[in-house]
């Protein structure tokens, strides 16, 4: 009888033993995959709140090429961590070059700006007899170039007047002349420092926004080599859930100079992405947390809703520091209609022209910072990884109007 009552109390105890294994296995595995894809465009926007992050799946090994504390006590049980060691390809970090003289390096790109806007100018401007023709000459060329209409005058009675008190004028006297008329037009005491270095915290986080094919993805990724080539830590966050592609080609960038980048399902909500982004560059102790948006929308709710969620959300976490508006300088007036939509929803703290190697049309840089009150920071100068050059006044005139 004892041996029976015994038996049966070993099957028990190794039955719950088995039990509990089962129990612990399947706790240790790894979350569930992500939801459908399609969201529901009917219910209100719901908000995520800490602990939401939870259900983003983390679907990748974590690239991270260093080892980075977390806060004490801040590491939940449940985020375990991918035996990453034998995943890892041999990824070559790559060096970008530095910053400092980019746009002096990349001045032959803004060749046909130099031609139409810098040379055609002062082409005019040493014309023997400055009639009326020829200043009209001199506005449609402004024009031409997307200096905009009140700027554009500015310029022509600022020359007017000079010229005049000039009298007779050599080349040199009218280039410097052109050259302070330029640089007055585009302003030298603005701040067109991007900012990722907020005093008292870390990290420091931009949110790049901008309709469609601009280049703001090109730009985050070219923007995450500038900061990591200074020596920060980068995470980016692949906010634009309109497709999976959009997501790969910026995680590409990312994986080139070893950031890592925050990924959520397709179609997913691109708010609790960006939030998880900025979560986790706390967590990993990086400097910077670039966030890369959408400019067009899986859903019904508009792009700028949408954009000011995002901007709502990331900031339970803390302000952005930086909001860059990409506009893609081919597009002339066009880009200033975009530029005002952005700026109603968005508080735009600066603005990124790209693709400006081989348009005609530079003097947009005048006319966009007119329109929004806010510098341009950088430009775009091709589709190089290191193609964007921070904006230097000085620099971007002389490379106009030649030396
Ligand atoms: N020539 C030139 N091409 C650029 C520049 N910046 C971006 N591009 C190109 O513009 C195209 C669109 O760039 P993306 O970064 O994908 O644009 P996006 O704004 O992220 O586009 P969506 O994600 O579709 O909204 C790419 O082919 C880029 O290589 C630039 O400064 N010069
Ligand atoms: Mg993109």
Same mark, same amino acid.
């Given at each position: ?14 039955? $719950? ?19 459908p894809a399609a969201p529901d465009i009917t219910a209100p926007p719901a908000e995520p709140h800490i602990g939401d992050e939870a259900e983003t799946p983390r679907d990748e090994p974590r690239?991270?090429?260093? #080892?980075? +504390? !977390?806060?004490?006590?801040s590491a939940p049980a449940a985020v375990e961590e991918p035996p990453v060691v034998e995943e890892l390809p041999p990824t070559e970090i790559e060096v970008p070059e530095p910053t400092a ?6 001045? =032959? ?18 014309? #023997?007899?400055?009639?009326?023709? *020829? ?6 060329? !402004? /024009? *031409?170039?997307?200096? &905009? ?16 008190? /000039? ?29 990722? #270095? ?13 309709? %469609? ?6 730009? *985050? &990724? ?8 200074? &020596? %920060? ?6 906010? +634009?859930?309109?497709?999976?592609? @959009? ?10 100079? &070893? ?16 939030? +998880? =982004?900025?979560?986790? $560059? ?14 067009? /929308? ?23 520091? #930086? ?5 893609? =300088? ?16 968005? +508080? ?7 693709? !400006?190697?081989? *348009? ?6 005048? @006319?966009?910072?007119?329109?929004? $009150? ?14 964007? @050059?921070?904006?230097?006044?000085e620099a971007f005139v002389d490379a106009l109007i030649g030396e």
């Open positions: 009888m004892e041996t029976v009552i015994l038996a049966v109390v070993i099957a028990v105890v190794v039955l $719950g033993a088995l039990g509990g294994l089962i129990v612990g296995s399947r706790r240790k595995k790894p979350l569930p995959p992500p939801p690239r991270t090429i260093e #080892e980075v +504390d !977390l806060p004490d006590g003289g980019r746009l002096v390096r990349l001045r =032959a790109r803004l060749s046909r700006s130099q031609n139409t806007l810098g040379k055609g100018l002062l082409a005019l401007l040493s014309r #023997e007899h400055l009639d009326d023709d *020829t200043w009209e000459e001199i506005e449609d060329t !402004l /024009l *031409t170039a997307d200096v &905009g209409v009140q700027p554009t005058q500015e310029l022509v009675d600022g020359l007017r007047e000079r010229v005049k008190v /000039l009298g007779t004028r050599t080349p040199q006297e009218l280039r410097g002349l052109l050259r302070e008329e330029l640089l007055k037009l585009i302003g030298t005491d603005m701040d067109r420092v991007v900012k990722t #270095e907020p005093e008292g915290r870390k990290p420091g986080i931009v949110m790049v926004v901008g309709v %469609n094919g601009t280049g703001k993805t090109t730009t *985050t &990724g070219k923007l995450a080599r500038v900061l990591v080539a200074d &020596g %920060n830590s980068v995470v980016l966050g692949a906010a +634009d859930t309109f497709r999976a592609a @959009a997501a790969d080609q910026l995680q590409t960038w990312g994986e080139r100079v &070893g950031a890592y980048t925050v990924r959520g399902p397709e179609g997913g909500d691109p708010a609790s992405v960006a939030f +998880d =982004a900025v979560k986790e $560059g706390k967590e990993m102790g990086s400097d910077v947390v670039l966030i890369d948006t959408a400019g067009r /929308l899986h859903t019904k709710t508009g792009l700028m809703d949408e954009l000011g969620k995002v901007k709502r959300v990331v900031e339970k976490h803390a302000p952005l520091d #930086e909001v860059l508006l990409v506009l893609d =300088a081919t597009t002339g007036q066009n880009g200033l209609v975009q530029a005002r939509v952005f700026a109603e929803v968005v +508080d735009i703290t600066g603005i990124v022209l790209t693709k !400006l190697d081989g *348009t005609a049309k530079g003097g947009i840089v005048v @006319a966009v910072q007119r329109e929004l $009150g806010v510098p341009v920071k950088l430009v775009g100068l091709g589709e190089g990884a290191d193609d964007l @050059a921070p904006f230097e006044p």
